[in-house]
Structures are given as C-alpha cells and as structure tokens.
C-alpha cells in the first residue's frame, strides 16, 4: 500500500509555537505510513535547521520570480496558484496547514487542486485576528468563512479557540473539532538537564543573606504576549522582597524589543531583567528557573506553559480565554490569574515564592500529567487518523 502523501504548509520558521509544533509533528509522524512535505512562503526562521533531514522543504520566494507589477491581491494569487502547482506536482493526497494567514493561501490552493485539506486553527480569532490581519480584515474572514467551510477537517488546538472560531468564521460544527498540540517530553526533559551558559544566570547571590529566584519566560516580543506586564510586576516584587535576588530572563524576539529594552532602563531594571533573544536550549532555562510565568494577552494552547511544566518547573499563567485554564485544569496545576493585570502576576509570583516547598509539589503533579496526557507522540497519532480520513474525502461545498 501506498503512503499518504501530505503537504504541510506554514508561511516561514520563526520561533513560534506553531512553527515548533510542525518541526514535531513532522519529526514524529510515522514514516511507514505517510511521506511529508514542507511548503513554505519564505525559506527563513531559526527553526528550519530542526526539520527532519527526510521532509523536502520548498518555498514560494524560491520557485516563483518576483513580479515588477504591483496589483491588490496579486502576490495572494500568485501563492494560491504556485501551492496548487506544487500539490499536483508531488501528487499530494492531503493538504495541511496551521495559521489563518496560511490557510488563506493553502486552503485555496487546495480546494483550487482538488486535494482535501485540513486547517489549523492556533489562536482565538475574536480577539488574536484583528492583530496580525493587516488590510481588508471583513474580507479575509469572508474568505475563511468559505475555505473552512469547504475543508475536510478544520483543527482548533483548544476548546476555547474552537467555540470561538465557529462565532466568528461561522464554521459549521460537523466541519471542526479540537485537537490538542503535544510536546516532546523526553527531549525537553534531556534538555532541561544541561547546563545554560549563562554567567549572569548562573553566578552567587551577590547581597550577604539573600537568596536567588529565577523567573523565566518565553515568547515573541510582542505586546500581544504581555512581557511589559511581567516587567511591571517584577519591579514590585524586587521592593517587597528586599532580601530576594529577583533575575528575569525573557526568551524570544520580536519587534517590541526596544520598548522593552527601554521599560527595563526606566524601571532600573538592567541587572534583573534580561532579554537573551532566541534560545534552542529553552528547556535549559526552565529547568533552572524557580517559576516559569506566562504573561500573554491570548493565546490559542501554548506550548511554552507545557514544555515548562515538563520540566517540572512551578508556573505562573495569566488565565486567556482559551488554552492556559485547560492546561492547568482550572488552576489546580499552577497559578491562573487575571489576563492584562501586572498586580494579579505579582500575586501568583509571591505565591511561589513565599512557599516553595508548595509550589514545587504542585509543579511535580503538573509534571506527571504533561507527561502522561500532553505528549507529542499521541498528539501525532491523532493527527495521522484526521489526516488519513481526510485524504479519502471529497470537497464538500456549503455555507
């Protein structure tokens, strides 16, 4: 018997959640059964070195010339028009991709090629769309309204990011279902075992009868992500705690950078807080912190707060409307507190730091269901079910 042929298709490999998703799901997706494929917009990103060696990876950027005309909508028809080529030139029996703005372009070409796709759904769209749309916002939820509508199987990585997409796409429910991301377990526990190489990190406390706490946090820096939040709360915490060495290290990139860069200077916070850019060895910095706080405004099921917790490390999570309470069953496995508060962040950081026998016991639970409900190798498994019933489908139109 053949193996399924699948396209997966995102727009580049930045740092993100979703892009660190796909890398796993290509590395784990069982080879005896499917062949992958990699379609991307830009070949970019510190992610593409992780792509299992066996994917072919192609990019738009590469295969198609750049036009010297400018018209409204005609790159986005040029990218649904070459991803329809390309599906027909590898004999693709499924589409798949994750992002909205992914979906615009794949989804399309799918349904233009006649191949049946499954699209991905990795935020809450009544409250992460607006965002990162761009222009003519009503009409590209007018078109996703269509593509989703017309999929095979649309996947939301929450149950409150599919409540929310059936309202705001009007996607219709025998068309969408939750499919929860997973993580690497073994890897990230291996990986939080190594050392960070990092002498601010790693040095004594400086102050005679003081202890350290490490916080670290991960993430585009973004406002969208709340880092301002947790370098607010920071600043109170190091008044309250004269006697603790607070130091706050935020992992990622982004285009606020300099804003945060500027906060921490007009908070003295320039020995506390650091932001040490893109990190392969994450899991190393959340194996050593003390708590791992998770500030962001909205989120779809971050994999940050799951690769923390299976490293056994106490979290702090601001409660977005889908994805954190699910992970933390409601607060049972770590703090869920106010979204958009820095106090209600403050308040969930004092409780493990007042108590950090407590903390580390939660964390030890939270750990075990990571563990046993969260890993990347079931997630997988789901996927080749949805994946192989979608690829003996037909299209199925309707509003």
Not at 60 to 65: G, S
Not at 224 to 245: I, N, S
Request: with cysteine.
């Amino acid at each position: 018997m053949s193996r399924i042929r699948v396209v997966f298709s995102i727009g580049a490999m930045h740092g993100g959640g979703s892009e660190r998703q796909l890398v796993l799901l290509l590395k784990h997706l069982d080879r005896a059964k499917f062949e992958p494929f990699l379609y991307l917009v830009y070949r970019s990103g510190p992610l593409l070195d992780l792509i299992p060696k066996d994917v072919p990876v192609v990019s738009f950027e590469e295969r198609v010339r750049e036009s010297r005309f400018y018209l409204p909508g005609l790159m986005h028809s040029r990218r649904v028009k070459d991803f329809a080529q390309f599906l027909k030139e590898v004999r693709a029996d499924v589409s798949y991709d994750r992002t909205f703005l992914m979906t615009l372009i794949s989804a399309a070409g799918a349904q233009r090629a006649g191949i049946p796709n499954v699209s991905t759904i990795v935020t809450d769209p009544e409250i992460g769309f607006a965002p990162v749309a761009g222009r003519f916002q009503w009409f590209k939820r007018r078109i996703l309204h269509r593509l989703y509508n017309r999929s095979a199987q649309v996947l939301a990585v929450s149950d409150g990011a599919k409540e929310s997409a059936m309202r705001f796409y009007g996607i219709r429910a025998d068309r969408i279902m939750t499919h929860r991301n997973g993580v690497d377990v073994e890897w990230i526990q291996s990986q939080a075992k190594l050392n960070v190489d990092d002498v601010w990190w790693n040095s004594p406390v400086e102050k005679p009868g003081a202890r350290i706490f490490r916080i670290v946090s991960a993430g585009r820096l973004n406002h969208e992500k709340g880092f301002h939040l947790l370098v607010a709360a920071v600043a109170k915490l190091r008044q309250r705690y004269p006697d603790v060495e607070f130091r706050v290290a935020l992992l990622g990139e982004g285009p606020h950078r300099s804003k945060l860069e500027q906060q921490i200077r007009d908070l003295a916070l320039d020995d506390t807080v650091r932001l040490m850019g893109f990190q392969k060895n994450a899991a190393a910095w959340y194996g050593s912190a003390d708590a791992f706080v998770f500030p962001s405004l909205m989120e779809g099921m971050p994999n940050v707060l799951l690769e923390a917790m299976a490293c056994g490390t106490p979290v702090v999570s601001a409660n977005c409307h889908s994805g954190p309470a699910e992970i933390l069953q409601q607060g049972r496995l770590g703090e869920l507190v106010m979204v958009n508060d820095s106090e209600a962040l403050l308040t969930g950081i004092e409780t493990i730091v007042s108590n950090t026998t407590a903390a580390r016991s939660r964390a030890a639970e939270a750990q075990a269901v990571v563990e046993s409900e969260w890993c990347i190798q079931a997630s997988a498994r789901r996927l080749e079910h949805i994946l192989e019933a979608a690829s003996m489908s037909v299209h199925r139109s309707g509003e």
